[in-house]
């Protein structure tokens, strides 16, 4: 399961506010009671892979000048 990270900490790594931390809910349930771990938002996980999936097109065959081979 997915985490909003409300405070730094230290887990697997160092997380910074902000971030987003992915572990089973029963090893982390001592921070999401103290309030340092938010469940993520199932509509909020979604948003964020329609972002990656738009940024996926090559840029680069936009900005190619027409005698230019694309491929």
Do not use: C, S, T, W
């Amino acid at each position: 399961m997915k985490f909003d990270v409300l405070r730094r900490h230290i887990g697997d790594k160092l997380y910074e506010q902000g971030d987003q931390r992915e572990v089973e809910e029963r090893d982390v349930a001592h921070l999401i009671k103290n309030g340092v771990l938010r469940p993520l938002m199932r509509a909020a996980v979604k948003e964020v892979a329609v972002k990656a999936e738009a940024n996926a097109e090559n840029k680069a065959e936009k900005a190619a000048p027409k005698n230019k081979a694309v491929g």
